[in-house]
């Protein structure tokens, strides 16, 4: 006990200066991702054009594409460089960070990662039937969102859920459905 | 001996150092032109780029043919649980038995032993972030020594049966391989306390980033446990403390290239009845660089130094074994079909005995050598199925050269299920507890190591599938059959009864399933139910001895089952309450005979902010006491608060 207690109060102190630490070294750098988000990164603005969006959405010719990450962002910087220089259909690509979504948040592309304040299930559910591609990245059960990244034989590729799909209002053109690992059909 | 062993440590630091520079200057040579613009390829394109870090497994969960069980993070940190052997009851292709409060046994699909005989669980490959931990002493595991801060756990991958081909020595009957998160996963720091009736721990960990493409972070964490009781309800007298710290850095030069310099160093003390505590010491370092081409290859070289120190003050009795370790993979496609796999890898173990009177080896002092190559092919012979061919070569220190084939195949049925089988073969090598051990009972030797005792063989048939009817609903279901020949046997001696020695008189048939499957009831309520059966049956051969007749071999329960409950309480006005069950039920043992039973782990979690989280954790709430094992302790119920920071 008394050999504990001695120990309890270094691991307080250094506790302590890891705080003191934390604040004096919080400035926010972006860490070099990994070759596999780099890929899923350069995946979520390029699915855009093989998805045929509602008309309503893109009425005007500045509105731009725009690419959601709730929760953590695993991609470390590696979006923002994706996305540099990029356009879809000559409209700017831009990125947001949120901690939840709900109905009616800004997104075009969805990309649903441990979000903070809700549950995956939650916020796919919550821009359910809303036109918002929902992407995923190895969820599971009712996690899983339009497309899924998996992996296959340390490829980066993806399934397609096409009734979900269609239950938002998008239709997924067959040369992405092709390239897909599978693509559902019908609602599991 | 310690003077010496630290300045072993020292060489292996600036060794790995050394490599570390080495493999860098050659990396940012190599990649600096193949660096690929992924914003220029096209979608098809993308697909086809090689991301894995070379894993030895870099197919799908869902397609591999093997028997294998992932324990999450999410998993492990739902579960409150912060020691591995208890991580472990989480997997249902396991057997784990608590045998003192720093003690356990762990193994799959069956041999967890006989103490009678001496025979210890012994047939299984451990590694933490590619470090081989099981003790090359007498093969077994001693759990005690391979504590891993949980918070950084990234995912333990259990299988059940042979892994030999391509994951190692000793993979008989199953691999545990424990991958912590890279380190610019675990930035920001983290603050753990809990106590309770029986244990407190204390962790600490922060993480952070020299530059854009260097992350680091330290931990250090202590954790002490009480006694647990003997049958007549008296302390047991094993409570024990132990604290750890270490570090691990990733350097990313390119996207394509990771180095990984981690290690780790472990000090604990363990009392024992009418005796000085044991003292157990640990330290290792590990370099590693992954490098992934955009063809599609891969590479990937290892190092790793690892010290085990162990030692009773009072008799001086106690080993140390200093383990080097080198290793090479290269991964790559041939034509459109073959994804090729091949590799090899040196260890060598220095070990020094001190023996007690009862208890000595000769020699007390050795250097094991061990090396392997082995090599893969995975045939696609259509999208739907895969065929892998595999043989390894292994030289071990005792018996020589075993070549040990592999044969699986895996075939997609549809979007929702898998069929897989193999064939393969595996071995436990001698070791110096088989050789070199003498045992006295006053001036007779007893029982002495076997001069001719020879590997261990297996040669596995298995089958299985992975079934996903719903989105709600996976299942997972392996079968196995298992011909054991040339099992460790106690004999007589050549001319007369005593001294006993090893040998290699029986023969073993086990068969049995594994099955577990997953149902998300709704959004906020999963279950997990899981069971194993398994039948041994085992024969001595002509010309053994038969003495303790066959339960020397095993003492295993036929059936285990596990249901699993994760709750998300309470999530529809605000933060939800996590509610972690894990009913857990073990058959009896057979002979020596201990009873069935049925025990309850738990989690209640309440997360006041994204920074805290408070919890209540249990371990073996339904009764005041039980126990698990032959001998072994009565283990109490223990139940711990448990607060948890991030700032």
Not at chain 1, 83 to 107: D, K, M, Y
Not at chain 2, 77 to 93: D, F, H, K, Y
Not at chain 2, 225 to 248: C, H, I, L, V
Not at chain 2, 314 to 329: A, I
Request: net charge negative; hydrophobic share 40%; glycine share 10%.
């Amino acid at each position: 006990m008394p050999l504990l207690g001695r120990r309890l109060r270094q691991l307080v102190l250094g506790a302590l200066l890891g705080t003191v630490a934390a604040h004096v070294c919080a400035a926010p750098a972006s860490a070099a991702p990994s070759l596999e988000y780099a890929v899923k990164a350069n995946y979520l603005y390029k699915f855009a054009p093989f998805v045929e969006w509602p008309p309503r959405l893109f009425a005007q010719p500045t509105t731009p594409l725009s690419i959601c990450v709730v929760g953590e962002d695993p991609f470390g910087g590696a979006l923002d460089d994706a996305v540099r220089g990029q356009t879809f259909n000559g409209r700017p690509i831009i990125v947001r960070r949120l901690a939840a979504v709900e109905p009616g948040s800004p997104c075009n592309v969805l990309f649903v990662n441990r979000p903070t304040g809700q549950s995956p299930a939650e916020a796919l559910k919550a821009v359910a039937g809303e036109p918002v591609l929902t992407v995923t990245d190895g969820g599971r059960g009712g996690d899983v969102g339009i497309i899924q990244f998996v992996m296959e034989d340390g490829h980066v590729r993806f399934d397609i859920d096409e009734a979900a799909a269609r239950a938002s209002g998008l239709s997924i053109s067959s040369k992405l459905l092709s390239l897909a690992v599978s693509h559902r059909r019908t609602g599991a | 001996m310690t003077s010496s062993g630290r300045r072993g440590a020292t060489g292996v630091v600036f060794a790995a150092s050394a490599v570390l520079f080495a493999a860098q200057a050659y990396a940012t040579q190599a990649i600096a032109d193949q660096q690929p613009d992924l914003s220029k390829l096209s979608i098809e394109e993308l697909g086809d780029v090689q991301v894995t870090s070379v894993s030895k497994r870099p197919e799908a969960l869902g397609q591999a043919a093997s028997s294998i069980y992932v324990i999450t993070h999410d998993e492990i940190a739902r579960s409150g649980q912060t020691r591995i052997p208890e991580i472990l009851r989480l997997a249902p292709n396991l057997e784990v038995y608590q045998v003192g409060a720093s003690q356990y046994v762990i193994t799959a699909r069956g041999f967890s032993g006989a103490q009678q005989a001496q025979n210890f669980s012994n047939k299984l490959l451990v590694m933490i972030d590619g470090r081989s931990v099981y003790t090359p002493l007498y093969s077994g595991v001693y759990w005690d020594m391979q504590d891993v801060p949980v918070q950084d756990i990234e995912r333990i991958e259990v299988i059940s049966g042979p892994g030999a081909t391509l994951w190692g020595a000793n993979a008989v009957n199953g691999v545990i391989n424990i991958i912590t998160r890279k380190s610019s996963d675990t930035q920001g720091a983290y603050a753990e306390a809990s106590a309770g009736n029986l244990e407190s721990r204390i962790a600490l960990r922060y993480g952070g980033k020299l530059s854009d493409t260097l992350s680091y972070r330290v931990y250090a964490q202590a954790y002490r446990d009480g006694d647990t009781q003997t049958a007549g309800g008296a302390s047991s007298q094993d409570r024990w403390s132990q604290a750890q710290g270490g570090f691990r850095l990733d350097w990313t030069p390119s996207p394509a290239d990771l180095l990984t310099l981690q290690g780790d160093a472990e000090s604990g003390e363990e009392a024992q009845v009418q005796a000085p505590a044991e003292r157990v010491d640990g330290e290792n370092l590990t370099a590693r660089w992954t490098h992934s081409g955009t063809d599609g290859s891969t590479l990937q070289l290892q190092t790793y130094f690892d010290r085990s120190v162990r030692g009773g003050e009072v008799d001086g009795s106690g080993f140390s074994v200093n383990t080097f370790d080198v290793e090479l993979q290269r991964g790559f496609s041939l034509g459109d079909r073959n994804a090729v796999l091949w590799g090899g890898g040196f260890r060598s173990s220095r070990y020094v005995i001190d023996g007690t009177p009862t208890l000595q080896f000769a020699p007390q002092n050795g250097v094991l050598t061990l090396g392997d190559a082995f090599a893969q092919d995975t045939l696609t012979l259509t999208r739907a199925l895969k065929l892998t061919l595999g043989v390894k070569v292994e030289d071990d220190p005792y018996a020589g050269v075993s070549v040990l084939p592999d044969i699986r195949v895996s075939w997609m049925v549809g979007d929702h299920a898998t069929v897989w089988a193999a064939v393969s073969q595996a071995v436990r090598s001698p070791t110096p507890f088989d050789r070199d051990v003498v045992e006295y009972l006053g001036p007779q030797r007893f029982l002495i190591g076997g001069p001719d005792f020879e590997t261990e063989k297996l040669t596995a048939y298995e089958a299985g599938t992975r079934l996903q009817p719903s989105s709600r609903l996976s299942l997972s279901v392996s079968a196995f059959y298992n011909v054991y020949d040339d099992l460790r046997s106690i004999e007589l001696a050549p001319a007369g009864f005593l001294p006993l020695q090893w040998g290699n008189g029986m023969d073993g048939r086990t068969y049995g399933f594994e099955a577990w499957g997953e149902l998300e009831l709704t959004s906020w309520w999963r279950l997990s139910p899981s069971m194993t059966y398994l039948q041994e049956k085992f024969t001595f051969k002509p010309g053994s001895s038969g003495l303790l007749g066959t339960p020397e071999a095993a003492d295993d329960p036929k059936y285990q089952a596990s249901l699993k409950s994760s709750m998300d309480i309470g999530k529809t006005w605000g933060r939800a309450w996590l509610l972690d069950l894990q009913l857990r039920y073990v058959s009896d043992l057979p002979d020596p005979h201990v009873p069935s039973y049925v025990e309850l782990n738990g989690r209640l979690a309440w997360s006041l902010s994204d920074r805290l989280t408070l919890a209540l954790t249990g371990r073996n709430l339904l009764h005041e006491r039980h126990v698990e094992y032959e001998q072994g302790a009565y283990i109490p119920r223990s139940v711990l608060a448990v607060i948890q920071c991030r700032f």
